[in-house]
T-cell receptor
Framework: DAKTTQPNSMESNEEEPVHLPCNHSTISGTDYIHWYRQLPSQGPEYVIHGLTSNVNNRMASLAIAEDRKSSTLILHRATLRDAAVYYCILTNFGNEKLTFGTGTRLTIIP | DAGVIQSPRHEVTEMGQEVTLRCKPISGHDYLFWYRQTMMRGLELLIYFNNNVPIDDSGMPEDRFSAKMPNASFSTLKIQPSEPRDSAVYFC????????????FGPGTRLTVL
C-alpha cells in the first residue's frame, strides 16, 4: 500500500488560511486521496477526497499536485473548532479500509 | 439519521472478564468497520464487513477478539478474556461501499480493563 507523510504538528492563527501538506510519492494512478480529521474526544470525520483534480466543499479545498505525489488540504479561514488531528489517507479499489498514519495535529491560536 | 450508534460509551471491567461492544451502522450502508485507537499505536483497523460478511480480519490482535455481524443493522466486537492492554477507544464506522465513499464514525467506546 502506498504510504503518506505528514508533518507531526502545525500552528495557525484564527481566521487565517491553513495549508496542510501531505506527501504520497508512491501513489498509484488509481489511488484516491482522502482527508479525515479527528476533533478532541470524537471519532474521525470526513473532510474531503479527490483523485486528480482540485476539489472544493463547504469544509475545505484539496489541491493535488500535477504529478499526484503530494496534496494540500486548505482550510480557508481557520476557526478554533478546526483544531484537530488531520489525516491524509490513500484508498484504492478492493481496499476500502482506511489506514491511518500519525496525522498532523493542528493548533489554532486565538 | 442518527448516525453510527455505539454502546456502551464507557466500559470499565476487570482483567479476565468478557467485554462486548455494540454497533448499529447507518441504515443502508453495506460496509462496517471496527477500529481501535491507543496512544501507542494510533488508529488501527481491526476488521471490516461487507454485507455482513467479514472481509479482512487481519487486524484482529489475537483469538481473544471476535466480531460478528448477524444482520445489516447490528455488529458486536467481543473480547474474552480481557486484558489491561486491551484498554483503548474502539470505533465503529460504516459506509455505502466503495473506496471512494465516506466512512462515518461512531462516537466510540472507551474501554478500561483493570
Amino acid at each position: 500500500d502506498a504510504k503518506t507523510t505528514q508533518p507531526n504538528s502545525m500552528e495557525s492563527n484564527e481566521e487565517e488560511p491553513v495549508h496542510l501538506p501531505c506527501n504520497h510519492s508512491t501513489i498509484s494512478g488509481t489511488d484516491y486521496i482522502h482527508w479525515y480529521r479527528q476533533l478532541p474526544s470524537q471519532g474521525p470525520e470526513y473532510v474531503i477526497h479527490g483523485l486528480t483534480s482540485n476539489v472544493n466543499n463547504r469544509m475545505a479545498s484539496l489541491a493535488i499536485a500535477e504529478d499526484r505525489k503530494s496534496s494540500t488540504l486548505i482550510l480557508h479561514r481557520a476557526t478554533l473548532r478546526d483544531a484537530a488531528v488531520y489525516y491524509c489517507i490513500l484508498t484504492n479499489f478492493g481496499n476500502e479500509k482506511l489506514t491511518f498514519g500519525t496525522g498532523t495535529r493542528l493548533t489554532i491560536i486565538p | 439519521d442518527a448516525g453510527v450508534i455505539q454502546s456502551p460509551r464507557h466500559e470499565v471491567t476487570e482483567m479476565g472478564q468478557e467485554v462486548t461492544l455494540r454497533c448499529k451502522p447507518i441504515s443502508g450502508h453495506d460496509y462496517l468497520f471496527w477500529y481501535r485507537q491507543t496512544m501507542m499505536r494510533g488508529l488501527e483497523l481491526l476488521i471490516y464487513f461487507n454485507n455482513n460478511v467479514p472481509i479482512d480480519d487481519s487486524g484482529m490482535p489475537e483469538d481473544r477478539f471476535s466480531a460478528k455481524m448477524p444482520n445489516a443493522s447490528f455488529s458486536t466486537l467481543k473480547i474474552q478474556p480481557s486484558e489491561p492492554r486491551d484498554s483503548a477507544v474502539y470505533f465503529c464506522a460504516s459506509s455505502w461501499g466503495s473506496h471512494t465513499d465516506t466512512q462515518y464514525f461512531g462516537p466510540g467506546t472507551r474501554l478500561t480493563v483493570l
